[in-house]
C-alpha cells in the first residue's frame, strides 16, 4: 500500500465538515495504512477492501486507530455487447435528461426516496443523518452537467416519479448507474426495472460494451431486478470507516511537555516498575534508544491531569483510554502535546478527548483517545 492509496475527499470533507480521505486497497497493511492516516491528520479514512481480505483491519487499534465495519457493497455487471435491453413496460411513463429547472422537483423526491435508506455513513455515529441526506441529493445533481455524466428523469403526465444518475467511464468504455430512485407512492408495476432497462439501452446506444451497478449486501430487491435484467454479480468490497479524529475538535490544550529523568525516577520508585529502560541512560542507548525513556503511564497521567484539572476540570473522570507509540518519549527533550475535544466541550455528560504528543519536527509520537464523562 504506498501513500497514493490514500485520497483526500474534498466533497465528504465539506459536507461533514471533517477532514475524510478514501482509500482502496487489495488487502491491509495495518502499519502503512496507520502511517498513512496519521501523516494526512485524517479525521476519517473511508476504506475498501475485497471481501475476505479484510485481515489486519483490527490490528489498526495498535496505533490507537479504532476501526468500524460500515458496510459490504456488491457489484453487479451487464454485458451490454451480448445482452439486449427489453421494452419499457410502463407505456405512460417518458424518460428525459434533467435539466436544472428539474432540480426542485428532484431534491424533494430524493428526499422522500433515501430518507430511510441505509448506506455506509449512516454506520458512523460521527455523521449527522440530515448531511447524509443532503449528500445523496448533492450526488445526484451533480449529473445535470459536466462531463460523460447525465440524470435521467422518468415523467408520468406532469411529475417525475423515478430518476436515474448514470456514469460514463472512457477508460474501461462502460456505464454505471450511480443512483436510482423511484417515488415511494409511485413504486410497483416495474417501475424500477424499467429505469434499468432505459439507462440500459441508452448505455448500449452510446456506445457502452458493459454497464455495472452496486449496492449494499442486504438491499435484496433491486439485486433481484437487477439479475432478471441480465446483470451477474461480479465482485464484493468491505467498507471500514477508521475515525481517526486527529483534526476535528476544539482545541483545549497545546503546549511544551517534557519528562525529566527526575520525574521518570520518583515513578518508577512509587509504582515498583524500575525497569532499566527507564532508569539506566546506558541501557536504554544499548537497546537503541538515544536515552532512557520515560514509562507510557506518565503520558497518560500527564492526560489525566489535563482532563481532570483544566479542561474540562473538576469532575471529569475517564471512562475509557487507548494509547498508542510511535516514537519513544526520552527524558529530558522536549516535546509538544495537543489535546482536542472532537465533539466539542459540554457542561456535562460524555465527551471524547484525542491527545497527540509530537517532537520537535511534529512527528507523532503518541496518540491517546479517551472516553470521558463530565459529573456536574
Not at 447524509?132 to 417525475?160: C, K, M, P, T
Not at 451477474?232 to 479524529?245: E, P
Not at 529530558?332 to 465533539?343: N, W
Not at 455528560?349 to 512527528?363: F, H, K, S, T, Y
Request: hydrophobic share 45%.
Amino acid at each position: 500500500m504506498s501513500a497514493h492509496d490514500l485520497q483526500h475527499s474534498p466533497l465528504d470533507s465539506a459536507r461533514f465538515g471533517l477532514r475524510i480521505y478514501r482509500c482502496a486497497a487489495d488487502r491491509i497493511d495495518a502499519k502503512g495504512l496507520a502511517m498513512q492516516i496519521i501523516a494526512a491528520r485524517s479525521d476519517i479514512c473511508i476504506l475498501r477492501v475485497p471481501a475476505g481480505a479484510a485481515g489486519g483491519v483490527d490490528a489498526l487499534s495498535r496505533w490507537a486507530l479504532p476501526a468500524l465495519h460500515a458496510d459490504t457493497l456488491v457489484y453487479y455487471r451487464c454485458d451490454l455487447e451480448r445482452y439486449q435491453p427489453q421494452a419499457i413496460r410502463n407505456r405512460d411513463v417518458a424518460f428525459s435528461l434533467a435539466t436544472p429547472a428539474d432540480l426542485p422537483e428532484l431534491r424533494g423526491l430524493i428526499a422522500h426516496t433515501f430518507r430511510d435508506y441505509v448506506s455506509h455513513y449512516h454506520a458512523n455515529p460521527l455523521l449527522p443523518r440530515e448531511n447524509i441526506l443532503a449528500g445523496y441529493q448533492e450526488w445526484a445533481e451533480n449529473h445535470v452537467s459536466g462531463v460523460d455524466r447525465a440524470l435521467w428523469a422518468a415523467r408520468r403526465g406532469d411529475r417525475i416519479v423515478a430518476f436515474a444518475a448514470c456514469h460514463d467511464h472512457a477508460d474501461s468504455g462502460e456505464a454505471e448507474g450511480v443512483l436510482y430512485g423511484v417515488a415511494p407512492d409511485a413504486a410497483g408495476g416495474g417501475l424500477y426495472g424499467d429505469l434499468i432497462r432505459h439507462t440500459q439501452a441508452a448505455a448500449k446506444a452510446r456506445g457502452a460494451r458493459g454497464m455495472k451497478v452496486s449496492t449494499q449486501v442486504h438491499n435484496y430487491a433491486v439485486q433481484k431486478v437487477w439479475s432478471r435484467e441480465g446483470f451477474h454479480l461480479y465482485q464484493a468490497l468491505d467498507t471500514f470507516h477508521v475515525n481517526a479524529l486527529l483534526d476535528a475538535g476544539e482545541t483545549i490544550v497545546d503546549r511544551d511537555l517534557v519528562f525529566t529523568a527526575e520525574q521518570i525516577r520518583h515513578f518508577a520508585d512509587a509504582s515498583g516498575d524500575d525497569n532499566p529502560l527507564h532508569v539506566d541512560d546506558a541501557a536504554a542507548r544499548a537497546a537503541g534508544f538515544p536515552g532512557r525513556i520515560a514509562h507510557g503511564v506518565l503520558a497518560a497521567a500527564e492526560l489525566s491531569r489535563i482532563l481532570g484539572t483544566q479542561t474540562p476540570g473538576p469532575g471529569t473522570i475517564i471512562s475509557h483510554l487507548d494509547i498508542a507509540f510511535l516514537r519513544p518519549l526520552v527524558a529530558d527533550v522536549g516535546y509538544r502535546i495537543a489535546v482536542k475535544i472532537p465533539g466539542g466541550l459540554r457542561a456535562s455528560g460524555p465527551m471524547l478527548a484525542v491527545a497527540q504528543i509530537l517532537d520537535a519536527e511534529r512527528r507523532t509520537c503518541a496518540i491517546m483517545r479517551s472516553s470521558i464523562l463530565l459529573r456536574g
